[in-house]
C-alpha cells in the first residue's frame, strides 16, 4: 500500500513544480532580480561590488572543481602577449 513508488516515465523533460531543479534562464533571471534588488536599496556601487564578488566565487568554483586550470590560463595570456 504505501511501499510502492509511483511509476517514473524517463522521457519527461518536465520538472516538478515542487522541489525540481532550476533552468539557465530561471537561475539568470534570479541573478538579475537579486542584483537589481541590491542596486534599489543599497546603491550601484553595492552592486557591482556583490557582482564582481559572485564572479569571484564562480571563478573560484570552476578552479576547484577543475574545469579552468591556472596553468591553462597562463598559457592563454602568454599566447595573446606574442600576437
Known sequence: MFGAAPPVNPGEDRQQSLG??????QFGFLVAFLV???????????????TLAGLFG?????????????AGLGDRAAANRRR
Open 20 to 25: 525540481g531543479t532550476m533552468n539557465r534562464a
Open 58 to 70: 564562480w571563478f573560484v568554483v570552476k578552479v576547484l572543481d577543475g574545469d579552468i586550470t591556472l
Open 36 to 50: 537589481a534588488a541590491v542596486w534599489a536599496i543599497a546603491g550601484f556601487g553595492f552592486a557591482a561590488a556583490a
